[in-house]
């Protein structure tokens, strides 16, 4: 089975704040115990005797809030894009495809930002898993996994409307049940898709860089065409 794991950065209502980020890693089932390996030795850094309870989460890491301003902040920095270096480019292409919708909050005026994104990443991992049907007779189906968020019962409604109704883009075909919401402390790889996402957020909305550079070239893509980064 394929595996999603989203998570959004940036805040729907928040005015201050130009670009709503939902994005996320696209992991085969065989390479998840491999990541997560390698995000506990870049906890264990900051907590040697207990990696657990290190939960590797962007924004906390770069502001050093909820008790990370005890570790300094270059060493922050560089376990942020050791994680998103390990964890994803290290991995790439065999194992990992990055997913991400940027949307631009002012050309959605009266729309519903959450349901625009997941519209867009749901078909396009939906297509992901058809070319590898199509390309490589690949049956296994797909899985989207979600940091607990009070979307979770708005996401669900969408995705089961998706498969039985469609979405503007058609009706999707190869997810095996509705998405499922884990508790971020739990999951590693969902982790992961908060430091891209947020990674994502950083670049469009404030222009920096640090993180994005180490796995933009990692969004899905076929022949030279970018499917997995949409960006409105």
């Given at each position: 089975m394929h595996l999603l794991y989203l998570d959004?950065?940036?805040?729907?209502?928040?005015?201050?704040?130009?670009?709503?980020?939902?994005?996320?890693?696209?992991?085969?089932?065989?390479?998840?115990?491999?990541?997560?390996?390698?995000?506990?030795r870049i906890a264990e850094r900051f907590a040697p005797d207990d990696p657990y309870s290190i939960e590797l989460h962007g924004s906390p890491m770069r502001s050093g809030s909820q008790g990370w301003s005890r570790h300094p902040r270059a060493?922050?920095?560089?376990?942020?894009?050791?994680?998103?270096s390990i964890g994803i480019a290290k991995n790439h292409p065999g194992s990992v495809r990055l997913f991400g919708a940027v949307l631009d909050k002012q050309k959605f005026s009266g729309q519903d930002i959450a349901q625009v994104a997941?519209?867009?990443?749901s078909s396009?991992?939906?297509?992901?898993l058809g070319r590898?049907?199509?390309?490589k007779g690949d049956k296994q189906r797909g899985l989207i996994l979600f940091d607990k968020s009070a979307t979770e019962r708005r996401i669900q409604t969408l995705a089961r409307d998706f498969k039985h109704t469609g979405h503007s883009f058609g009706v999707t075909r190869n997810y095996a049940e509705v998405p499922v919401f884990l508790?971020?402390?739990?999951?590693r790889l969902i982790q992961l898709a908060d430091l891209v996402a947020?990674?994502?957020?950083?670049?469009?909305?404030?222009?920096?860089?640090?993180?994005?550079?180490?796995?933009?070239?990692?969004?899905?893509?076929?022949?030279?065409?970018v499917h997995g980064l949409y960006q409105r």
């Open positions: 959004e950065s940036g805040s729907v209502s928040d005015p201050t704040q130009k670009h709503f980020v939902l994005a996320g890693l696209a992991v085969f089932e065989r390479s998840t115990h491999w990541i997560e390996t390698e995000l506990n060493d922050r920095t560089q376990a942020m894009i050791d994680a998103l997941f519209e867009q990443l396009r991992f939906d297509q992901f590898l049907y199509r390309e508790d971020s402390q739990a999951s947020y990674g994502t957020f950083r670049h469009f909305e404030h222009q920096d860089s640090t993180y994005f550079d180490s796995f933009k070239h990692c969004f899905d893509s076929e022949g030279g065409v």
